[in-house]
């Protein structure tokens, strides 16, 4: 059974447009780890994964396939065009997967068709009274979606019979990797274009412009994530200057308080011992004076006698 575009990048059929281009990021990056895959596979396996993120990418074209989808799961699903040879049918060298890329291409360009003609018909409107104006475009409208879908059908019958009556020559294997080779290289270079605007000359030069806007996305995801640490560290810092000045302030109101109490017990000793001394001063002139008084008596009587 061939997957879906949901199913090859590995999303739900609801998943949103970032969870969309994150799944093809990360598809890729799991594509290129894979070092044992042939240049032929992988090239297929990328523009599987393009087809699949440009046809989902786009609101219009993702509408248009759902609707496919849906179609395709009701009751009345066609079925599957393949083209035989007249002889020797086992003899084709087209695999499964080359068939399946095949047959994604021609549906995304059948569906990107019909997206032009979405847009070009206009948004969607209530629906109004019928009139010749509305039949006519009603009429044009499904005319062109329907020359669009023969378009895409007519283009895989096209390559199938192509690949197929190439395959049928002289020197198939070597004719056949060539011409695979040409037209992955044609679809990945178209595929590029649309996505980034630019069309490289080769593979080789599209694989470096993706290198180089990989290594630019590490880059300014890495500034990023620099920034970010200096501004934490700046935080940091400024937090432990103001403890450190929380700390200061405290010591310097310790010390502060710890020398007035010291001044304090200082003017409360002097205090004291110039009490003391006056005490002692005070009890030295009443022994004096006592003495005095005294010795007073003591010649008063001498004098008397």
Request: glycine share 6%.
């Amino acid at each position: 059974m061939k997957k879906t575009l949901y199913e090859t990048l590995g999303v739900a059929a609801d998943a949103g447009t970032a969870r969309i281009q994150a799944a093809y990021r990360h598809q890729l990056a799991l594509l290129e780890a894979q070092a044992d895959l042939s240049a032929p596979a992988r090239m297929e396996a990328q523009q599987l994964l393009r087809v699949a993120f440009s046809t989902l990418s786009d609101p219009v074209s993702r509408h248009a396939y759902d609707a496919r989808l849906a179609q395709a799961a009701g009751p009345t699903r066609t079925g599957t065009l393949v083209l035989v040879p007249d002889s020797e049918p086992a003899a084709a060298p087209l695999n499964d997967a080359h068939a399946e890329a095949l047959a994604l291409r021609a549906e995304a360009l059948a569906l990107r068709a019909e997206a032009m003609a979405l847009r070009a018909g206009g948004t969607s409107a209530p629906p109004a009274e019928p009139g010749l104006g509305g039949l006519v475009t009603s009429g044009l409208l499904l005319g062109l979606k329907r020359f669009t879908r023969a378009i895409g059908l007519l283009v895989l019958v096209s390559v199938l019979a192509f690949g197929a009556t190439r395959a049928l020559r002289g020197d198939p294997a070597a004719r056949q990797a060539e011409l695979e080779r040409q037209a992955i290289e044609r679809a990945a270079l178209t595929e590029y274009q649309q996505a980034h605007g630019s069309r490289p000359g080769s593979l080789a030069e599209m694989e470096r412009l993706e290198s180089e806007r990989r290594r630019a996305e590490m880059e300014a995801r890495r500034a990023e994530q620099d920034r970010e640490q200096q501004e934490r560290d700046a935080r940091r810092f400024e937090e432990e200057a103001r403890q450190r000045g929380r700390e200061v302030t405290a010591e310097m109101q310790q010390a502060e308080e710890q020398a007035r109490y010291l001044e304090e017990q200082e003017r409360q000793r002097r205090q004291q011992e110039a009490q003391s001394r006056a005490e002692a001063q005070r009890a030295r002139a009443e022994a004096d004076a006592q003495r005095a008084e005294r010795e007073r008596a003591q010649w008063r009587e001498v004098l008397n006698r």
